[in-house]
């Protein structure tokens, strides 16, 4: 029963997506699509608890495996089981589609079966990722993410929608392709060791690709860097991924900040740095002015944002710069990468909330410009409290989620051999922090305090929320508090 738990994880959101493609008109109902995705995903949630509850934390390395033949005689299986870090991925991954689906019944209401298809059918894509222990399987998952979130964006999304879904399946497919040449070089590189045959399995691959002379260990890391720079996403190639925020429904922001860009870094971590070991601590000092270059260049793109959103998708970018910070520090006792992981987990948490609040402010105001609005605290009280409490999980105070990951991964980068980094960068990244601090919290002054200010379909009133003409603005309703509590 225990080798059959991660299968499901799979199977339940893939199983749930392709019965609403049956025709009947039950679906058509925007409450039954919504209930049934709702029931689907929060069964995938619980059955992610149970895999948590039966895995062996203490023995490390992988657990609950199984294997699934596909094609033997090519070593092609459908192989599966998760260590430590790809089970608490999971878990992020099956906790934030509930609370997107919860929250997106008053944000959708055309094409509804469509939309709840999409949803599932990611979380499955999602899911495999994190599950798979054989290469190809990995492959399949990682780039069948695209074809959800492309059509999320391009169907449901705002005024730009179709540029942007072009844009982010260009840049993610063609690095991704690149990617597959790194794996599929692996592969063969193995198949022609003495005493081996064609496989796809990971562990067996990390032992091959470690016999690999340094050059080919410099053309693979190249060519997964290819792939998974562009989903993490670092600088230069991150201008996808603000237009891909921006004009994506409220649910593809949040599940594409909460967990799809964690699938580079996650990428990086499973395959980059155990492949190319001699290359990884070459090039490490590369990585990581690149990923300076992202956590600085970003912040400072964001003084400038006028869009909340915007703000907040430009903030994800300089994030995860300390993401491939934290890894590409390889200190002696990985700090770094323990900060990388942590700050994948909390980052998930914390700016998926932040996307949501930006969500529920859309639908009441239909804008998201900061000069638009002010002085909510005064009229949306609940939903200011909420939105205070994740820009400071955000802006990394300590005693919430975002200060640990920060830290760990800033401590790792200084004390990272001469080699690798060193505390010139920490202190470079360590501006990106106070840089953060700065822009996030003036847009909470400008949107949470101040005088009121409200779009010109909700009258101004007399500042303390009562309102003479036009309409008094709703703060959030028990189904939307329930979305944010557990965040």
Request: contains cysteine.
């Amino acid at each position: 029963m225990e080798s059959m738990l991660l299968p499901l994880l799979f199977l339940v959101p893939l199983a749930a997506s392709l019965l609403m493609l049956l025709p009947t008109p039950w679906f058509d109902d925007r409450r039954n699509a919504w209930g049934w995705s709702l029931g689907a995903s929060l069964v995938t949630l619980a059955v992610s608890v149970v895999a948590a509850a039966q895995f062996d934390w203490g023995a490390g390395g992988f657990d609950l495996e199984g294997v699934i033949p596909w094609v033997p005689g090519f070593g092609l299986s459908f192989s599966y089981g998760v260590d430590a870090i790809a089970l608490w991925l999971v878990l992020l991954t099956t906790l934030l589609t509930p609370i997107v689906i919860l929250g997106s019944l008053s944000a959708v209401t055309e094409r509804v079966r469509e939309y709840y298809f999409w949803l599932l059918l990611l979380e499955a894509a999602m899911v495999g990722v994190f599950v798979a222990t054989d290469i190809i399987f990995f492959y399949l998952c990682f780039e069948f993410t695209l074809v959800p979130l492309y059509f999320l964006i391009s169907l449901y999304g705002s005024t730009q929608r179709l540029r942007a879904a072009r844009m982010f399946f260009f840049y993610t497919f063609t690095g991704s392709m690149l990617t597959l040449a790194g794996v599929l070089y692996v592969a063969w590189f193995n198949s022609t060791l003495p005493g081996h045959g064609w496989s796809f399995q990971i562990p067996v691959l990390y032992e091959a690709a470690q016999q690999m002379s340094f050059t080919q260990q410099a053309w693979v890391l190249g060519a997964l860097l290819a792939g998974f720079a562009v989903k993490v996403p670092l600088w230069p190639v991150h201008t996808w991924l603000p237009l891909a925020h921006t004009e994506a429904p409220t649910a593809g922001s949040v599940v594409l900040a909460g967990v799809l860009l964690k699938l580079g870094t996650y990428g990086l971590l499973r395959l980059a740095l155990p492949m190319c070991p001699d290359a990884a601590v070459a090039f490490a000092p590369y990585i990581g002015v690149v990923s300076v270059i992202g956590i600085l260049y970003t912040a400072l793109v964001c003084w400038v944002q006028r869009d909340i959103k915007k703000l907040i998708a430009y903030s994800s970018v300089s994030h995860l710069g300390f993401c491939v910070l934290g890894l590409f520090a390889l200190d002696a006792g990985d700090i770094g990468a323990v900060g990388s992981v942590l700050y994948m987990i909390n980052h998930g948490l914390s700016t998926g909330a932040l996307f949501l609040c930006i969500g529920m402010i859309y639908e009441r105001f239909h804008t998201r410009e900061m000069s638009m609005m002010g002085g909510l605290g005064r009229v949306m009280p609940v939903w200011s409290t909420f939105m205070v409490f994740f820009v400071m999980a955000s802006v990394g105070l300590p005693g919430l989620n975002g200060f640990v990951g920060e830290f760990l991964t800033l401590m790792g980068s200084f004390v990272s051999p001469g080699v690798a980094l060193g505390y010139e960068y920490t202190f470079a990244a360590a501006f990106g922090l106070i840089f953060g601090a700065i822009y996030l919290l003036y847009m909470l002054g400008r949107v949470v305090w101040g005088p009121v200010v409200l779009p010109e379909a909700h009258e101004h009133g007399d500042g303390d929320g009562h309102h003479a003409h036009g309409h008094a603005v709703k703060d959030l309703n028990g189904r939307e508090i329930l979305t944010l509590a557990p965040l």
